[in-house]
């Protein structure tokens, strides 16, 4: 299958292109390199912009700093009135709960659908596909009056409850994908046994769906840290802000003054995500790859 | 069944025996299905909650004015009156996001493809480059992105930086009204790692023998191209252009960082989400934001089964 894959991307006359040659790979190589160079190079520039003496940010184009200096990002942590320390720990509080809330319920649910019979179930299980299209803008505003009313407002609970009421539907598919591929002799023999369905879950289904559970977490956790619409709507109070209204905020107040703490601190905004790209790269592209998440 | 108050305690009676079927059945129906409902019971209680309960009252706040002061007050169909006839905003709004539709989903898709198509020769190093491919879709939605996409395309930036040094002067790319939405669709092409994945998915399941039928018969590559390689990718085009249009569709937060939350210059980069956003949270015409949602919500769903439709005539399934 290479050839053809050549003759598009290296853009040679098809007729010349031998299998496997040499010289179509060192082309297609090339290309590539060039394209994932310039993929990055905005990031690595980010990165080498926030380590440069202030005079030199915009003065150049190139990767590497004349000489290296943190002192941006002392001068961005302490941010504004609040510190930088106070929105990562609240995005930390706030990512961590959602990932239990999202953990435990989806997985009960994907649970129900995948392995209990009981009447209705094809019924509920189409309503629940049905809410993966519709798009939040719908629910949105009487959520708000709702969570303004509850007296939730400025605080982590609206961000964080729903995520206990199993409101991701793209992890419950993604959970019954996965909980239909586990041999079903395993549950029906222990229902044999007399177990319960509780038992077959915890003591059979999780331990056996790490692989996904795992996904699932990471995926949340990325997503959670990431949300910048949600935190905009219902925290107001600087003291609550995660780190992504924070940088906002941060960008707003200093935007053209200090570009080296803008960037310092966008960096290290990133740096959770990143770190969870290179330790679990490969359940994060299967996980793409077979359910097709969003992102 | 009249002499019913004359029997004896523990006899059989018609009224006894139904209560003792139906309480049987009752049984049984309840050990069959609770255990199911209790599994769903937190997300039946979401799914009531959160999501059918706020959608019905969003439809009757449609036709009402709420600015959370007052209770909702009764206007009939005057919001969407308004959205139809009289709203300057609205036809900005959406000119901007189709026009980021149209131009992002089918750019971000081809180099998707293209660098699928690339990755998948069994070429060595291939982890790490599709790694290097993925690493924007999933930085993508931070607004330290946005805020890194703003620098780039300033006046001073570097993407003027760079066209200076081959002698072109560029223009204030976000800034100017005709320029800064293609920084948008620019932004989103950057993110196509995610949808080449999928790509990378579906092609590792195209029979490699039918290139090699194809090649003995003598068909170029282009021909193996358009007569293999398309047709049995299909499936995963159309899944892949759906996803992305309704993400496109969706798209709030580059345009809310790098205008500043305005949508500026003069409601160039005002998406739809912006402006309800807008409405909502910034004028407090929560009643009108959540037609503008329900809008939303019947173009998706339009252009979602014009799609499926559609695809009867250019999706291949082999059965």
Known sequence: ?295 | MSNAMRTPAGAITVERYQGAVAEGRFRRLWNANAPGYLFLLPWLIGFFGLTLGPALISLYLSFTDFDMLQSPRWVGMANYVRIATADPKFSAAMHVTLTYVVFSVPFKLTFALLVAMALNRGLRGLPIYRAIFYLPSLLGGSVAIAVLWRQLFASDGLVNAALAQIGIEGPSWISHPNYSIYTLVALSVWQFGSPMIIFLAGLRQIPQDMYEAASLDGASKFRQFYKITLPLLTPVIFFNAVVQTIEAFKAFTPAFIISGGTGGPINSTLFYTLYLYQEAFGNFRMGYASALAWILVVIIAIFTAFSFLSSRYWVHYDD
């Open chain 1, 1 to 295: 299958m290479t050839e053809m894959t050549a003759s598009v991307t290296a853009a040679r006359p098809p007729s010349d292109i031998t299998k496997r040659s040499l010289p179509g790979s060192l082309i297609v190589h090339a290309l590539l390199i060039a394209a994932s160079l310039l993929m990055v190079y905005p990031l690595l520039w980010m990165v080498s912009a926030s380590v440069r003496p202030e005079t030199e940010i915009f003065s150049s184009t190139s990767l590497i700093p004349s000489s290296i200096d943190f002192s941006s990002y002392a001068r961005g942590w302490v941010g504004l009135d609040v510190s930088f320390g106070r929105f990562f720990w609240n995005s930390l509080v706030i990512s961590l709960l959602v990932v239990t809330g999202n953990v435990i319920a989806c997985s009960l649910t994907a649970f129900a659908f995948a392995r209990l019979r009981f009447a209705g179930r094809n019924f509920w299980f189409a309503i629940m596909l049905g809410t993966l299209m519709i798009p939040y803008h719908v629910t949105l505003i009487p959520q708000y009056v709702l969570f303004l009313n509850l007296g939730w407002v400025n605080t982590i609970l609206p961000l964080v409850v729903p995520k206990f009421l199993a409101s991701d539907a793209f992890f419950i598919f993604l959970m019954v994908q996965f909980f239909r591929g586990i041999p079903r002799e395993l549950d029906e023999a222990a229902m044999m046994d007399g177990c319960s369905a509780w038992r077959i879950y915890w003591k059979i289904m999780l331990p056996l769906s790490l692989p996904v559970l795992a996904t699932a977490a990471i995926f949340s956790f990325i997503w959670t840290w990431d949300d910048f619409f949600g935190p905009l709507i219902y925290l107001n109070d600087m003291n609550t802000y995660t780190i992504q209204l924070g940088l906002r905020t941060f960008v707003d107040s200093t935007s053209a003054s200090d570009w080296g703490g803008l960037f310092a601190m966008s960096t290290l905004t990133l740096v959770p995500v990143f770190f969870f790209f290179l330790f679990f790269q490969r359940l994060l592209i299967e996980g793409i790859a077979t359910t097709g998440m969003k992102r």
